[in-house]
């Protein structure tokens, strides 16, 4: 790592902000220390609109005896690559259990890109069915329960990065029952290295 990269990354940090009103208590992550600080202003700017957006989704405005509560996780912070797990639960007063929603960002810290799923992969290449087969076989190898038949991912399926992984995740409900939580399965790189873009994010974590 070049002596300026090493100073940008040790400048980067991610704190956790609250969002604290009655019957709502949520923690987001903001980036702190970027260069650019216009980048820096895009990036806290969407994830708050993701963050809002799930709040949005809980019903917390429309229904006065529902509580909402939420955090992330940072599942990658590397070579200016940031991806983030949100999760939001909500629980409405009588109700027999809450639910949890889930969403995820993957931004470039540089310039502020934020990556779709199709970004990963060579212009062309047939990812949404590549990444369907390895899913549909790990449903099948883990014995998963399911109320609905797994067919294929949507081209701008929701996914995360980690440093050796793509993860990509269902909502409850989606397609299994709602005990067994949220199937979510990380697919290595190596087993669809043939198809991702070199100068793409990942290629990032490769590039060091």
Do not use: C
């Not at 990658?76 to 007063?93: R, T, W």
């Not at 099948?140 to 081209?155: H, L, N």
């Not at 067994?180 to 697919?187: A, H, N, R, S």
């Amino acid at each position: 790592m070049e002596w300026e990269d090493y100073e940008r990354a040790r400048r980067e940090r991610i704190v956790t902000r609250r969002l604290a009103k009655p019957r709502l208590d949520v923690k987001y992550p903001q980036v702190t220390g970027l260069q650019n600080r216009l980048v820096q202003q895009i990036v806290n700017h969407s994830i708050l609109d993701a963050i809002y957006k799930l709040i949005r989704k809980q019903g917390y405005v429309q229904d006065p005896t529902k509580t909402v509560s939420g955090s992330y996780k940072v599942k990658l912070h590397k070579n200016g690559l940031l991806s983030l797990l949100y999760d939001v639960y909500g629980y409405a007063k009588g109700a027999a259990h809450g639910i949890t929603y889930l969403s995820s960002q993957t931004f470039h810290l540089r310039d502020g890109t934020e990556y779709q799923l199709k970004d990963l992969f060579k212009l062309g290449s047939d990812y949404v069915r590549r990444l369907s087969a390895i899913i549909r076989r790990r449903f099948k190898e883990q014995d998963i329960p399911m109320i609905a038949e797994f067919r294929s991912i949507r081209p701008d399926q929701d996914f995360y990065l980690t440093d050796r992984a793509i993860g990509i995740y269902f909502q409850l409900y989606e397609y299994t029952p709602y005990a067994y939580g949220f199937p979510t399965f990380e697919i290595p790189f190596a087993e669809v290295a043939d198809i991702l873009d070199p100068n793409g994010p990942v290629g990032l974590l490769a590039n060091r």
